[in-house]
């Protein structure tokens, strides 16, 4: 019903930026709660960041917070995350989420992406 695909990842030095993008369709890709998580290798799927549908309340980690923008264009069924001053501790798959309710934004809704790589170099 909601289809996700992400884009943006690469290999970047410390200190560096990227943007990342998911792109939702399919029949229900609108009023949906958008949010990234991020799994490295032998560690579980972490939050990263979220934004409401109703009201756009946004939400951090607090790893990230002060350094990722999360930001949403409902036009264009699009959510974004800008990461700037990236550390190596942030190279993980990223993967788009999208929660039917608020509830789970932070937790993980119903939709999910196939992910994307961000690599930081030391």
């Known amino acids: 019903q909601v289809q996700l695909e992400e884009s943006g990842g690469g290999v970047v030095q410390t200190g560096g930026s990227l943007r990342l993008s998911c792109a939702a369709s399919?029949?229900?890709?609108?009023?949906?709660?958008m949010g990234w998580f991020r799994q490295a290798p032998g560690k579980e799927r972490e939050f990263v960041a979220a934004?409401?549908?109703?009201?756009?309340?946004?939400y951090y980690s607090d790893s990230v917070q002060g350094r990722f923008t999360i930001s949403r264009d409902d036009a264009a069924k699009s959510v974004y995350l800008q990461m700037n001053s990236l550390k190596p501790e942030d190279s993980a798959v990223y993967f788009c989420?999208?929660?039917?309710?608020?509830?789970?934004?932070?937790?993980?809704?119903?939709?999910w992406g196939r992910g994307t790589q961000v690599t930081v170099t030391v």
């Open positions: 934004v409401a549908w109703t009201g756009g309340r946004i």
């Open positions: 989420n999208a929660a039917l309710s608020i509830a789970t934004m932070k937790s993980g809704g119903e939709y």
């Open positions: 399919g029949r229900r890709s609108h009023s949906l709660n």
